[in-house]
């Protein structure tokens, strides 16, 4: 029961992922594929504050936040003359900067590669409130997203997607708005890397790889790309699936390979048959 | 470890480099595939030449060319596979490069369920070292850049002596009018995919031979190779694959002696620097 706990908080955090990264992919149409480094700047924030400075873990989960945006707009600020599939590979290639760095620069807890050892408030710290905790952020999350994605501001990100040109044309500023956009996924992105650190209760660099942004790009596109349905469905279908090939009884040491592969054969499927996703509505263009 | 070893370190990894790059940089430029997937075929090529030569006792020459010529047969399987329908349904550039990830993500899985991520050394013996002057050169280095030299050499008479070559430039200029002027697209893209990839086959091989393979060493070699493929510029192609190599290469040889810690970060510092100063290469 523990276990299904565990795995329904995980999949709550993928989702909040999912939601941001969409937010970017889908909605913006720039193409992200750097956003676990940002994961791990929310995650090493939060573990980090907790552990060594005491810091209660909700304002630490705050600051994670807040850190994760501000790493975001500053490493978006030199790409963002970038386009397509340029931008796509620069920010691919932050992965590998940010792995060397939390890998070299991270804090670490001694005689271990990473951290532990957070102190969690009642609300995070057994397994039933942990998921209770992470759902309603989730949900928080969600709403929160679907008011952006409908509001003026929403309107205006799909449009900087279409029609750059006209969104200038209309005196409004697609550089501003994709730096705003930018903000608020690094933002959830690092809140979901709080959340990461206190559901696992150890983490270290190689969470934060080129694996889990593909692992994000895999959910966000088997969901559906400008979907928040989407950015639901993608990680509950596969994180489920994964599970239930560990419950069929395959052995744990072939359940990352096995989940690998079948990440990528549905990305070459997609690519081919459904590029928009499930219930995507917007497709990977160009 | 003096100044001067470090440099024959650094070419002899700028090899292997070469030998990627030039066919990475064949694929893009002509076709417009961001073909990650071509680390895939450079480390397949490895493993069938681990398997036969290492695991089987094969001679040397037969397991080498086996290797190579099911690299190429599994570049032009990715390309009509994998590349085509998702051209043929309207898939554009970006919507290859995703699926491409999605081949190197099935092969290197593969290669992790029958490594279990050991280090595969393809050879059975010692390498012997020979020393001229202060530095200590391996045989191996010296096979492998003569053998580059030599590919370099047949590259540039393909590309400019045959009939083939000249339709290949023509698709890097201006892939709709070369159509239009009569060349058969189909059937040069099928030499480019095979060309290229039986070159990956060969840098597997002797990567896999010289320091051996796991299964990321495809992707993170091909990074490093398109990393010299942006650095120097693809309107070149050879000079600018040979020179970004040879950077790279000692680049990383130097890096990898001061702080290995941070080479994977400075080759992708570099890439997202070169990528914002200077998109179209050195020579661009």
Same mark, same amino acid.
């Given at each position: 029961m523990d276990y299904l706990l565990y795995i329904g908080a995980l999949i709550c955090i993928w989702i909040i992922v999912c939601v941001a990264v969409n937010l970017v992919v889908?909605?913006?149409g720039m193409m992200a594929m750097g956003h676990a480094a940002y994961l791990g700047v929310g995650a090493y924030t939060a573990a980090s504050l907790n552990i060594?400075?005491?810091?209660d873990y909700s304002l630490a989960m705050a600051i994670a936040a807040l850190c994760g945006a501000v790493v975001a707009v500053l490493t978006l600020l030199p790409l963002l003359r970038l386009g397509g599939l340029y931008f796509g590979l620069a920010t691919l290639g932050l992965n590998f900067v940010f792995f060397d760095l939390f890998h070299n620069l991270g804090p670490r807890v001694e005689a271990s590669e990473g951290l532990h050892g957070l102190i969690l408030p009642l609300a995070l710290a057994a397994p039933d409130t942990r998921f209770a905790t992470t759902l309603c952020i989730t949900v928080v999350c969600i709403v929160a997203a679907r008011h952006l994605v409908d509001s003026p501001l929403g309107r205006l990100l799909r449009a900087t997607r279409d029609r750059p040109e006209a969104v200038d044309a209309v005196g409004k500023n697609p550089t501003q708005t994709k730096i705003v956009v930018w903000a608020v996924s690094g933002a959830l992105t690092g809140l979901a890397g709080g959340l990461y650190a206190a559901t696992l209760s150890y983490i270290d660099?190689?969470?934060?790889t080129s694996t889990t942004s593909i692992a994000m790009m895999v959910f966000v596109g088997v969901g559906g790309l400008a979907s928040t349905a989407g950015s639901v469905l993608g990680p509950v279908l596969l994180i489920a699936f994964t599970e239930a090939l560990r419950f069929v009884g395959l052995s744990s040491q072939f359940v990352g390979p096995v989940q690998q592969a079948l990440y990528g054969v549905l990305l070459i499927l997609l690519m081919i048959?459904?590029?928009?996703?499930?219930?995507?509505?917007y497709d990977f263009r160009e | 470890m003096n100044t001067l070893q470090m440099l024959v370190v650094g070419l002899s990894l700028a090899g292997s480099y070469a030998l990627l790059a030039v066919g990475f940089a064949l694929i893009f430029a002509t076709? @417009?595939?961001?073909?990650?997937a071509h680390g895939t075929v450079f480390i397949s090529a490895g493993y069938v030449f681990f398997v036969l030569? @290492?695991?089987?006792?094969?001679?040397l020459i037969p397991s080498g060319v086996i290797a190579v010529a099911a690299a190429a047969l599994l570049g032009l399987a990715i390309d009509k596979a994998v590349y085509l329908p998702v051209l043929r349904r309207g898939g554009g550039m970006f919507g290859v490069f995703i699926a491409s990830l999605g081949v190197a993500l099935i092969f290197e899985a593969g290669f992790l369920m029958y490594t279990k991520g050991v280090v595969s050394v393809a050879r059975t013996d010692m390498l012997d070292i020979m020393m001229v002057g202060p530095v200590a050169v391996r045989s191996i280095d010296l096979a492998v850049l003569s053998i580059v030299a030599v590919v370099y050499g047949l590259l540039y008479l393909w590309l400019h002596r045959t009939w083939v070559g000249i339709e290949v430039r023509g698709l890097t200029d201006n892939a709709p009018l070369a159509a239009v002027v009569g060349v058969n697209v189909d059937r040069t893209r099928n030499h480019i995919f095979l060309l290229a990839s039986a070159l990956a086959g060969l840098a597997g091989v002797f990567s896999a031979y010289d320091m051996g393979i796991s299964p990321e060493t495809g992707t993170r070699t091909l990074f490093v190779a398109v990393v010299a493929v942006i650095l120097g510029g693809m309107s070149n192609l050879l000079l600018g694959t040979v020179v970004g190599s040879l950077a790279l290469g000692v680049l990383t040889a130097y890096a990898g002696f001061f702080f290995p810690e941070w080479v994977t970060f400075g080759v992708f510092i570099t890439m997202i620097l070169l990528i914002l100063v200077r998109p179209q290469g050195l020579f661009g």
């Open positions: 889908g909605y913006t060594f400075y005491g810091v660099a190689s969470l934060f048959f459904r590029r928009q996703g499930l219930v995507g509505r | 076709l @417009r595939i961001f073909h990650i030569h @290492r695991v089987q006792g094969w001679a």
